[in-house]
Nanobody, 121 residues
Framework: QVQLVEFGGGLAQPGGSLRLSCAAS????????MGWYRQAPGNERDLVAS???????NYADSVKGRFTISRDNAENTVYLQMNNLKPEDTAVYYC???????????????WGQGTQVTVSS
């Protein structure tokens, strides 16, 4: 029903920047929230940032002041601008979509394929 495609991961040096994007496609009745999670080896998948359809934004404390989440409603795309990257930001980043596909189905969660972000010198 819904497909999420991520782009923008890669290798950066400490203090560098990367920009992630995630585009949702398919039949979607309503998008409630789009966000980014990350998971490092041995760790749980944790919220990085999220943005609701009304524009409310949450950030993990560890990325406040460094990362910025934004969205393009017309294109069903969410972005994550990551500045001043640190080695501890190294993880696989997953796009998350909270959506109602049709009025016949309840709210569902969808995930992107994941994109590796590595920060090292």
């Amino acid at each position: 029903q819904v497909q999420l495609v991520e782009f923008g991961g890669g290798l950066a040096q400490p203090g560098g920047s990367l920009r992630l994007s995630c585009a949702a496609s398919g039949s979607i009745f309503s998008i409630y929230t789009m966000g980014w999670y990350r998971q490092a080896p041995g760790n749980e998948r944790d919220l990085v940032a999220s943005i609701t359809s009304g524009g409310w934004i949450n950030y993990a404390d560890s990325v406040k002041g460094r990362f910025t989440i934004s969205r393009d409603n017309a294109e069903n795309t969410v972005y994550l601008q990551m500045n001043n990257l640190k080695p501890e930001d190294t993880a696989v980043y997953y796009c998350n979509l909270v959506v109602r596909v049709t009025t016949e189905r309840p709210i569902e969660h969808y995930w992107g394929q994941g994109t590796q972000v590595t920060v090292s010198s």
